[in-house]
């Protein structure tokens, strides 16, 4: 396996990083790649404004999202107490992948100083050095000066890559764009909706007055980066059902982007939520983080984002469901159920169901889950066995 390995502040990661990334493993055929965040580079003090590590870590797990499974991130060099230096972290990962071919991926300015890093033969012994230009002009001759030299010096083995989508841009310009309300663009959507969300880098987002827009990249720094398709699954599917039955549209889009937006947590975090926010939750839920989530979620949504009764009831029920559900609260349970994402056996005749009729959909979603854990073995909640029968109740009256 060839595994690509890209070290980096990443004060924020931002697009130039990733374009480089898929050049390099399109050009070599990289099977893995390993984003490592740097604790403390030899070659540079961090800025007074820089965030902390683990918001350097949240960014670039969120990052992965654009480059899709193959990518990675390592915390190992801020495990590492003192000076990150590369050599040490090579030395670590060729002891926890001995029989892997390694690649040290390299901007132009890491690449053409490379000989004054720290233990550069042990860097070359260790792993290829795959340099990636970051500027629009040419650098071949430079490159080639430099690659001549490597390979004398130390033996290294070094491929030298054209990044055909290069984006000419640093960490610092982004940290200054943004602190002027600019440079989005040079992020992806996560990285930015969690830049604005904890108001690093001196931006100042007013998260309590958001447009979905301005919300949804947001919305997505919440969570896992293989949880958001499902996420804006789950608004498409809100959207289409919320205008068939006449819920308010732009509630269904907020409701279905925050539905998740404590599901990442574990149970301990979960259960420090529930006391921060003064929710009481039953026996059942304290040991079924799916239940938790629904409750926690709602509160965040409250606290953060300032969203009404509405929205919160719509992200509190959706995963119980309870007797006599507003059209919002229906909406999200089965937008939820049925976006498009979505495969399980019968998902289809759900999906024709709730397109049908509102109730039937719902009645049928609910029936299916409870004999989806009964089979399984799992206790289901007395909420939704209450919205079933208060569905079939009305159905039969
Ligand atoms: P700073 O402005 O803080 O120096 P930076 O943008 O150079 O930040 P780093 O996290 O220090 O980002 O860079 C990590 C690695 O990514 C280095 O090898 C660097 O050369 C490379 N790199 C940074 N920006 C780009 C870019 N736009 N294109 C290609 N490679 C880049």
Known sequence: MKIGIYGGT???????????AKAVRDALGLNKLLLVVDSIPPH????????GNEDRLAMTELATAELGKWAE??????????KSYTSDTLRQLKAMYPDDELWLIVGSDMFLSFHTWHEPEVIASLAGIAAVSRLEENEDDAFAAQKKYLEAAYGAHIVTVQNPNVIEVSSTEVREALSRGEGRAYLSDAVYGYIARKHLYGTHAELKHLTVDELRPIAMSFLKPKRMPHVLGTEQEAIRLARQYGADVTKAQIAALLHDCTKKLNRDEQLALCAHYGIVPDPLERQTLKLLHAKTGAAVARDLFGVDD????????????????????KVIYMADYVEPNRVFDGVDDLRDAVHTDLDMGLLMGLQDSIEEMTERGNPVHYRTVEAKEYLENREDA
């Open 73 to 82: 991130v390592s915390d190992i060099e801020l495990r590492r107490q003192g």
């Open 44 to 51: 540079k003090e961090l800025p007074a404004d820089s965030a």
């Open 310 to 329: 509405d929205i919160y009831n719509a992200i509190y029920w959706h995963t119980t469901g309870k007797a006599d559900m507003t059209v919002l609260e």
């Open 10 to 20: 990443f004060d924020p990661i931002h697009r130039g990083h990733l374009t480089a």
